[in-house]
């Protein structure tokens, strides 16, 4: 008896009606590849990040010294060359800039769709963001540099004029 009720139930099942050409609109594709975007963006901010160490060394710890002395005093040397003075500028604030971007690009997904059986009414836009580890520490770790060098730049401003 349960046998024929349990039939009974099975044949009037409703089956989910499946579209196949759906599903490729749902494939959200990244710009770039995240694992590779992080690994640019560590090489992108290894220097920034040694540069502000050694000052960190220098002028905190008066490590005046081996590796750390040495890149104070080479990138203010930089600094003093009239052809090459845009390098600190360009690796303290571009290179994390550069590094946002591409990881940025790597974990942000968009997507347009046209909805309904009007397609040219509706429409729907998707901005996701995936959640990788590496790319947002790298992100922001690139904006805690670029904060650092406005700050500096800043002073450095106000104390010209004073």
């Known amino acids: 008896m349960e046998k024929d009720e349990f039939l009974k139930q099975m044949e ?3 089956v989910p009606d499946i579209n196949p050409g759906a599903h ?3 494939v959200k ?3 770039m590849n995240a694992e590779r975007s992080a690994a640019l963006g560590v090489w992108l901010i290894v220097v920034p990040c040694y540069f502000l160490l050694c000052v960190f060394m220098y002028y905190r710890f008066h490590v005046h010294t081996g590796w750390f002395g040495s890149m104070f005093t080479l990138m203010a040397s930089l600094e003093k ?3 090459i003075d845009f390098l600190g500028p360009l690796v303290l604030f571009i290179l994390p ?3 946002i971007i591409i990881n940025v690009l790597a974990i ?3 997507q347009v769709q046209k909805l309904g059986p009007d397609q040219s ?3 729907e836009f998707s901005f996701t963001v995936k959640i990788k580890l590496w790319n947002i520490l790298l992100i922001l770790i690139s904006l805690i540099i670029i904060c650092i060098f406005m700050s500096y730049v ?3 401003s106000i104390s010209i004029k004073n």
Do not use: D, S
């Open 12 to 14: 009037n099942l409703q």
């Open 24 to 26: 490729p609109e749902r």
């Open 29 to 31: 594709m990244a710009i």
């Open 81 to 83: 060359t009239p052809f």
């Open 97 to 99: 800039i550069v590094c």
């Open 108 to 110: 942000t997904h968009v």
């Open 121 to 123: 009414k509706v429409r």
């Open 154 to 156: 800043m002073t450095e």
